[in-house]
């Protein structure tokens, strides 16, 4: 499988797109300093115990209080517990767990009212980002993942990852794994650290140890609430998941990023270092097909080459898809095996589809209805074998008497939500249309207003047609953007996406900070 990582650097951000076999299968978005992510580690005070759920609220920063659960403690709670006060009371006096003497563990079955109380300081990771009206979800359980391990303080215990099948090469790390981990933190083996030798391993441990020994510093110095330790940025978290041997390119439009990539692959493959490609284009996702496929994939109506569509819906309580064969093309005479055919088919969509967009919770599938019971079984075994390679836990119940298969998808981060219909901006959906000549003067008097606030520098993002008109020759050596230019003193960049809608623009700081007009 020829397997392509797209990362596409414009002023509103970094997006990645991950392609197999140039099908798009995952997308992610990078928004500068993205606080409350999955694995930031934060110092949060308790605000109110809530033992009839037997959790409690914890004030993390975000605006709304994160939720922790009994069971998310951890096991090695008290111990956590205890280094965190001995920390911030300047009386722990480094991050290594040698000569630090745990506690017993906290009981699976016990009540959250006698492990904490209202206003204490405790070290919490977030486990799922705000969805909707809720904070975040949180677990005192820490740890740190890297490229082939995850660390976990206060254990010491190895885990390994149930993909690595071999017992010979489970025995090998394991046995590796024994050599070189510090009293009292335990290892989880990844299942990319199938057959690395041990110096790549004890590498990316060192480096877990030193994040581990930032962590100990930034909590020294913590008043709540604080982020102590941010995961990873997107780039290098993605890096980090699906580097895989058969990786063929890595394409990148960003010098700045492209150096900080090339010495991420130094630091975890070097022989992959020649794969990353630099672009010198503006938007690499217009040039690489990319945003075509993002449009096909997160629309109401998705639909599939032989004809055959889904309907995607989203409610606050789940996500609905119906699958319908449309004008199918190659279709069979026999309406069992045409049924048969279709649903085979968009499960594998489904699988990408649930993937792509991060769907999560429950999601109900209405297949076309098959009398077969051995049809049914070759259908949620196809859809199962399609997510086999899905990272989020879920679980695939057989299709009901009415063709119905409910699926339960972990979640923890919003559905990714990209508007693929278009509304005019200037109409607001009421069908009369601003003048051009109106929408011009419209841009004009966003960037006056910029330059009477100062700024020196900006980033004006509008559609590809209107950036063909403001670039259009309207004498010798003149067009609107350089008469702007000249006019207010001031540097425009002028970038276009497809993204946009046609009289719709953006304007941005020299920071990347998008100007509200």
Request: proline share 3%.
């Amino acid at each position: 499988m020829n397997i392509e990582l797209i990362i596409n650097s414009t002023s509103r951000g970094v997006a990645l797109a991950l392609l197999h076999d140039k099908k798009l299968v995952e997308l992610h978005y990078e928004h500068g300093n993205q606080q409350f992510a999955v694995g930031d580690i934060y110092l949060g005070k308790v605000r109110k115990v809530i033992p009839s759920l037997n959790a409690a609220f914890v004030d993390v920063g975000y605006e709304k209080d994160a939720f922790l659960h009994y069971l998310d403690l951890g096991p090695q709670f008290s111990s956590l517990n205890l280094f965190t006060k001995r920390t911030m009371r300047k009386s722990q006096k480094a991050s290594e767990l040698g000569t630090f003497k745990t506690l017993p563990d906290i009981n699976k079955a016990g009540k959250i009212k006698d492990v904490i109380s209202s206003s204490q300081q405790i070290l919490v990771q977030v486990a799922k980002e705000p969805i909707s009206q809720k904070g975040p979800r949180l677990t005192s359980e820490v740890t740190i993942p890297g490229r082939y391990i995850v660390l976990v303080p206060f254990s010491n215990k190895i885990s390994m990852s149930q993909r690595i099948t071999s017992e010979e090469e489970r025995a090998r790390l394991k046995r590796l794994m024994q050599s070189i981990r510090p009293k009292n933190f335990g290892i989880i083996v990844r299942t990319v650290a199938e057959n690395k030798k041990v110096a790549e391993l004890d590498a990316d441990l060192r480096d877990l140890l030193e994040r581990w020994d930032k962590m100990f510093s930034n909590l020294a110095n913590a008043t709540p609430p604080k982020r102590v330790l941010g995961e990873l940025n997107k780039t290098s978290t993605v890096l980090r998941d699906v580097l895989a041997p058969n990786f063929s390119a890595i394409h990148v439009n960003d010098e700045a990023l492209e150096v900080e990539i090339r010495n991420y692959l130094k630091n975890i493959a070097p022989e992959k270092e020649s794969i990353l490609k630099m672009h010198k284009t503006k938007d690499l996702f217009d040039t690489m097909a990319v945003h075509r496929q993002i449009k096909a994939a997160f629309g109401k109506q998705v639909n599939l080459k032989s004809g055959a569509y889904l309907i995607v819906e989203q409610t606050e309580a789940m996500h609905v898809i119906d699958v319908n064969s449309g004008n199918r093309k190659g279709g069979v005479k026999d309406q069992e095996e045409n049924a048969l055919q279709t649903n085979l088919e968009c499960a594998t969509e489904i699988a990408r589809i649930l993937k792509l967009r991060d769907m999560g919770g429950i999601i109900c599938v209405d297949f076309i209805d098959m009398q077969n019971k051995s049809n049914q079984k070759k259908l949620h075994d196809a859809l199962k074998e399609a997510m086999d390679d899905d990272k989020a836990k879920h679980n695939i119940l057989a299709p009901s008497r009415f063709g119905v298969v409910e699926i339960t998808r972990q979640r923890v981060r919003p559905v990714a939500d990209i508007k693929t219909s278009e509304k005019c901006p200037s109409c607001d959906g009421k069908g009369v249309v601003q003048a051009p000549v109106l929408f011009t003067d419209e841009i004009k008097n966003a960037i006056n207003y910029t330059a009477q606030q100062g700024n020196k520098e900006v980033t004006l993002i509008v559609h590809p047609m209107v950036e063909a008109y403001l670039t259009k020759p309207t004498g010798f050596l003149k067009s609107r953007i350089k008469d702007w230019r000249k006019k207010f003193g001031m540097k425009i960049n002028l970038e276009t996406t497809s993204e946009s809608e046609f009289l719709e623009f953006h304007v941005y700081d020299a920071t990347g900070q998008e100007i509200v007009l």
